[in-house]
């Protein structure tokens, strides 16, 4: 659990990364004082005692909702593919994941 | 016919066409000329369906000349927020990721306006995927308030706001995240309706918050938001969190509550210091309409209400980066084609299409949900969320409705919070508590300041309980005319 209220830049290096955001050197200025302050804010939570207190991660009464496994009408192969950048044979094309 | 056809609601403007006095292609030019003429100012629409429009008016003259049944929206033009996909039509989510991007199917709720014969005009502008306040985080321009071309409009679905309160449209989409259809439609003296979450199929809507997101609709007055939304509501097979509840007849006279004895809740707690004092009294005076009227107004207290907006932006910025997780420039959006290797495409595909507000909520949401601070931001904001949830059903166990400000401030001047997020932010702090909780809550427009400017109020009901709100805000339009004000443009 952490303590303090900041963000260190290599927090910030670190969660871009998981992010998959490749940040410019004034964005990693930027961000780190902007989430600071933003995380500062939400520390206000920290007050609330909720030890006894259910967490609600959505507002429906509903759970579980299935449908019968059946096939229904979907997208053809090209409307999948039409705003795809690059594709091959029917497939989407990426760049290479192992270098050989 | 003296009115101009942009100033006509639903049932009027069907009347007209249906009865032969005007043709949908006249509807479409007329609307479509005053796009052309007041567009440029106020940078409403993204894109404009000029032949699309015209295709389906024609389709509808034609079925009229031929003597077959036409929808419920004969006639109504709409103007569409861009998160909304529309097939054929581009969808941009007002953001560079999605630009160019043509969808190949349409969202649910869309695709029943169009089987009521509704015609779209156009695709309008958003904060990029709806992150925002005031339309300046769209990747493509500021939209204009048409109060005060000098201001912001509100937003998210700030296009949609300022289409509908400068008659662009008969009416327009817009969602409501965390206050996006009520504050903008409270900056632009319009109606606006954020129905209960469920109530609403979200299927085939760009994904911001996935437990927070309702798709609702602004209007001339409450009589249309009820229709279009009687249109829109219902369970739909391609959204798990559409609701089973069925949908009453929303505006009819079975349903009308009397306000005579009807108890309005005043929360103590959306009068704070952070009003501004001419908003509050025009709210309090609203209320103070409908107690002349019979009902009474009891004080009740939310005493959680200041935590919301941190509630909020631990929660939604979470869902965001997982939502946002899908935008990899490989199966559709934007894509930087000169990297190395597949890491690389996509932190350079994300580093350079998405708007600065797009990567700064990625990366609150993914710290939130990284590992060892998930107990602390998630966990905690998910507990006070039912905190939330709770104090408004104790509040409607006294109440039958709950009336409040929308936005603390009349719209400010485009720029001026532009470089301070935390200060945006705060503009939802009386609207983003009924998002935490999911509850339905309808924005009707209650008076100007002294300036000449729109101020809001927002009735807040229980689940389920749109026709209550519909029926209240519907009866206020009849005792006042602050709806039927319109910008001189």
Known sequence: MPTDTGITQDELDHIAGLARIKLTEAERQLYLSQLS?????????????TSAVSPSFQVTSQTNVARDDQIRPSLTLGQAQANAPKVHDGYFQVHHTIKK | ??????TLAIPRIRELLVSGQVSATEIVREYLSRIQRLDPLLNAFITVTEDYAFRCAQQIDQKISDHQPVGLLAGSVMAVKDVYLTEGIQTTAGSKVLQGFIPPYSSTVYRRLLEQDAIVIGKTNTDCFAFGVSTENSGYFVTKNPWDLSLIPGGSSGGSAAAQAASLCTFALGTDTGGSIRQPASLCGITGIKPTYGRNS?????????????????AKNVSDASLITQIMAGVDSQDATSSTEPVPEYLSPARTVSLKGLRIGIPKEYFDAAIDPEVKAAVLAAATRLE???????????????????VYYVLVPSEISANMARYDGIRFGQSKKDAVDLLSHYQETRGEFMEPELKRRILIGTYALSAGYFDAYYLKASQVRTLIKDEFQNAFTQVDLILAPVSPTVAWPIGQKANDPLQMYLADVYTCCINVAGLPALALPGGFNSNNLPIGFQLIGNYFEEAKLFSVGHQFQQLTDYHLKVPSL
Not at chain 2, 1 to 6: E, I, Q, S, V
Not at chain 2, 202 to 218: H, K, L
């Open chain 2, 202 to 218: 979200r299927y085939g809507i760009t994904a911001m918050a996935s437990s927070f997101d309702c798709p609702g609709t602004f």
């Open chain 1, 37 to 49: 302050s933003i995380l500062q804010y939400v520390d206000l939570l920290r007050q609330v005692d």
């Open chain 2, 1 to 6: 016919m003296n009115l101009p056809l942009t």
């Open chain 2, 292 to 310: 002349s009227e019979g009902a009474s107004l009891i004080s009740v207290s939310l005493p959680n209400t200041a935590l919301g907006l941190a």
